[in-house]
């Protein structure tokens, strides 16, 4: 099999080609055709002699990933299914903004693994096996795919990314921060880190990880209850990595960044959605700055949880907005094609494809 040459750095690009008699400032010119311009093929790279580009077609492979399928939702959404090199497939959506708001905004969800370890007991993927990871190239053609599609339905450039699709990404924590890296890089496609939200479902070493690393985007706990014995009812990783782990950590994290957390929080109906709920989620959030993000539960198959009542919902709200806590009640888009939050499964349906 031939090496995939998005895993190369500049300087073993250099080495590779004066060893083959080729100008050393020639990887530059590539790297920039892989990570600046996505260029996926080599007859791509027209600035390349011929003979450069056959010798790199010889000894390289692009991997890119291919969209194999598109579904359009009647809210816009477009869950699009990607087959990666080996045969898996992984999801991400585009969600374009609602009528009302800022209609250059434009959101790509991107998936970091083939499945999911974590088992969530209210998530489609957490249903999966975990095949393996994404590598960084992996992720960063999600965004190219879906930045196309924005431009080709919409007329208007991806504006958010954020890394809640398929897997956790903080059990993928070198591929992520490299993928987090060539989107953001002047010499990648260039985006603001503060346009990017990594989205977690709690791994505590990680997240103070992230704090060591300084990392410039945005990240998001999927917390969901903020009581030890709920979490552990639907999240099996809270028994490993409880509420008090997890603030600790964040509270470390705002500490080496200053970047304010965002709390997912889904009212499940009859669970996690009195008003004690809501004290304690208030308690939680004293820890660090943050906001609260209300999420509509998206229903899977595998699952029996119901949304909670919109007087509830209000209610709820309505107490964190009066202890001063920033809340964001967050509605679902996409769920007549399975694409909403918690619904991506990487599985084959029976749906109409989108006509492009």
Known sequence: MKQDIRKLTVPQLTDWLKQQGEQGFRAKQIHEWLWKKSAQSFEQMTNLSVSTRNLLNEQFEIRPLAVHQEQRSNDGTIKSSFRLYDGNLVEGVLIPALRHDDQDRMTACVSSQVGC???????????????????????????????????????????????????????????VLESVDRITSPTGLGMSPK???????????????????????????????????????????NESNTLEALGDALTYFYQKTGTRITFEYILFYNFNDTLQDAQELWRFTKRVPAKVNIIEYNPIAEANFKNTDPQTLDKFAGFLDSKGVIVNVRRSRGKDIDAACGQLAGKEKDKQKLVI
């Open 195 to 237: 346009r990017i939200t990594v989205s977690t479902a709690g791994i505590a070493k990680m997240i103070r990880q992230l704090g060591d690393d300084q990392v410039k985007f945005n990240l998001a706990l999927s917390l969901h209850a903020a009581n030890d014995q709920k979490r552990d009812t639907i999240m099996p990783i």
């Open 117 to 175: 370890s974590l088992t969530c007991k209210f998530c489609a993927t957490g249903y999966m096996d975990r095949k393996r990871n994404l590598d960084a190239a992996e992720i960063y053609d999600q965004v190219v795919a879906i930045d196309r599609q924005a431009k080709q339905h919409y007329d208007v450039p991806l504006s958010n990314i954020v890394y809640m699709g398929m897997g956790e990404p903080l059990l993928n924590y070198k591929n």
